[in-house]
């Protein structure tokens, strides 16, 4: 039987699809990054809609900032985020319509 030849990501790589699959599994991360899909938000407006504290959104926006999923702007006093990585977008998408396939 003929050996094939294998292609192996670097660990770099593996330790980046891994962190990245981290943010996914969380529900607030998850409803977070859903709704910037859609729009550039404040961390307010996030608080208001996903009815939490702007200090736990503000921690989770931190979390997302430091693997480069959301980026931010700032407008006068106000930063808005919105999602940085359209790749990680079209994988959430992928996965919520996996779910409501039926």
């Not at 996914?24 to 859609?38: E, F, G, M, N, W």
């Not at 959430?92 to 319509?97: E, G, P, W």
Request: hydrophobic share 35%; net charge negative; aromatic share 6%.
């Amino acid at each position: 039987m003929e050996q094939s030849e294998h292609h192996f990501l670097n660990e770099s790589t593996v330790e980046d699809v891994a962190r990245t699959f981290k943010a996914l599994a969380d529900p607030t991360r998850v409803k977070i990054l859903y709704l910037l899909s859609q729009e550039e938000c404040s961390v307010g407006h996030i608080a208001d809609v996903l009815n939490m504290t702007q200090s736990a959104v503000s921690h989770q926006l931190s979390f997302l900032k430091n693997l480069r999923l959301v980026k931010s702007r700032r407008q006068g006093k106000s930063l808005f985020y919105s999602y940085d990585d359209e790749h990680v977008i079209g994988v959430l998408k992928q996965v919520i319509d996996h779910s409501l396939h039926d």
